[in-house]
């Protein structure tokens, strides 16, 4: 079997910023935004054929949609891999994984 160390999710390209030298172009008025059900059925895809290490939430900010992140996060600790996120909230803002319900 094949394992993977990383695996990315773009959840959204929505954005409390807008910056110029954006490689996703996300914004305030970005839409885009993965669902929980997709999800799903990719991770257990990805989770049978090659279960990642670490699984990174990114965007857009992905914190504008933490019930739905949290939702995908804990799919991913179910399988053993590890969360890292991806955010523009300051690092003393930022939660670390035992603070997420
Ligand atoms: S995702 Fe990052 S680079 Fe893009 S607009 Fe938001 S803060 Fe800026």
Redesign the pocket.
């Known amino acids: 079997m094949i394992s993977l160390k990383y695996v990315k999710l773009l959840l959204t390209y929505r954005?409390?910023?807008?910056?110029p030298?954006?490689?996703?172009n996300?914004?305030p008025r970005a839409e885009g935004l993965m669902d929980v059900k997709r999800f799903a059925g990719c991770w257990e895809e990805i989770s049978e054929s090659c279960p990642p290490d670490i699984f990174e939430v990114q965007?857009?900010?992905p914190m504008l949609y933490l019930d739905r992140v949290c939702l995908m996060v804990e799919l991913a600790r179910s399988g053993g891999a590890q969360e890292r996120w991806v955010t523009?909230l300051p690092r003393d803002q930022n939660l670390s994984a035992a603070e997420i319900p």
């Open positions: 954005c409390s910023s807008a910056c030298h954006c490689i996703f996300c914004s965007g857009g900010e523009t």
